[in-house]
């Protein structure tokens, strides 16, 4: 029904920079909030960052001042502007988008298949 792809990861050296790119397609009427969280090996998954269809924003502590989120609510698209990365933000991406499929249901949070981020030092 709905379908989260995402695209942009990779390998880059620490000070770099990389942006992921998140595009919802199928049976969509509404999406509220889109976003990113990551996991890496051995640990929990973390929100990294999110943006409410209006625009409101919210970053976890270690990203703050070096990613930044944005969304093109005509593409269904997110996107994660990655900067100064360091080794310790090595991880597999998911992007996340609550979404509703028709009026009058409710949102239901939906996840993309992941892209991996790795950050040599």
């Known amino acids: 029904q709905v379908q989260l792809v995402e695209s942009g990861g990779g390998l880059v050296q620490a000070g770099g920079s990389l942006r992921l790119s998140c595009a919802a397609f199928?049976?969509?009427?509404?999406?509220?909030?889109m976003g990113w969280c990551r996991q890496a090996p051995g640990k929990q998954r973390e929100l990294v960052a999110y943006i409410a269809r209006g625009g409101n924003t919210n970053y976890a502590d270690a990203v703050k001042g070096r990613f930044t989120v944005s969304r093109d609510n005509a593409k269904n698209t997110v996107y994660l502007q990655m900067n100064g990365l360091k080794p310790e933000d090595t991880a597999l991406y998911y992007c996340?988008?609550?979404?509703?499929?028709?009026?009058?249901?409710?949102?239901?949070?939906?996840w993309g298949q992941g892209t991996q981020v790795t950050v040599s030092s």
């Open positions: 199928g049976s969509i009427f509404s999406i509220n909030v």
């Open positions: 996340i988008a609550d979404i509703a499929n028709s009026t009058g249901t409710p949102y239901y949070r939906r």
